[in-house]
C-alpha cells in the first residue's frame, strides 16, 4: 500500500503563485502515473494533471494549460504541482492520486490511491 500527503496549499492573490507537492510513503510510486484532481466550491471532482511515470508525458484540463506544470522526483517519491497565475476559479482542494495502470488519464476511476488534499485559495 501507499499513502500520500499533499501539502504546500494556502492562500494566495490572484496572479500569484503555489507549488504543491505530493509525499509518498509505504512504497515507491516511481513506477506509476500520477494525476492531480481538484474540488471547488459546488463542484464536483475535476482533473487537472496528470504524468507518466517516467515524467516524460504530461497531460493538462483546459482551464490550467499553460499556468500549471506537473512534475516528479522519483529519487524522492514525490510529485508536484507548480500554480502560476492562479485565477479566483482556481480556489479548491487539491488532491494527487495514483493512476491504477500505466495508461490512466483524466477519469478519478483511473486512480487509486488518494491523498487528504490540500486547500488552495485564490483571492481578487
Known amino acids: 500500500q501507499v499513502q500520500l500527503v499533499e501539502s504546500g496549499g494556502g492562500l494566495t492573490q490572484a496572479g500569484g503563485s503555489l507549488r504543491l507537492s505530493c509525499a509518498a510513503s509505504?512504497?515507491?510510486?516511481?513506477?506509476?502515473?500520477m494525476g492531480w484532481f481538484r474540488r471547488a466550491p459546488g463542484k464536483e471532482r475535476e482533473f487537472v494533471a496528470r504524468i507518466s511515470w517516467s515524467g516524460i508525458s504530461t497531460r493538462y484540463a483546459d482551464s490550467v494549460k499553460d499556468r500549471f506544470s506537473i512534475s516528479r522526483d522519483n529519487a524522492k517519491n514525490t510529485v508536484y504541482l507548480q500554480m502560476n497565475n492562479l485565477k479566483t476559479e482556481d480556489t479548491a482542494v487539491y488532491y494527487c492520486?495514483?493512476?491504477?495502470?500505466?495508461?490512466?488519464?483524466?477519469?478519478?476511476?483511473?486512480?487509486?490511491?488518494w491523498g487528504q488534499g490540500t486547500q488552495v485559495t485564490v483571492s481578487s
Open positions: 492520486a495514483e493512476g491504477i495502470s500505466l495508461v490512466a488519464t483524466m477519469d478519478p476511476n483511473d486512480y487509486g490511491s
Open positions: 509505504g512504497r515507491t510510486i516511481s513506477n506509476s502515473r
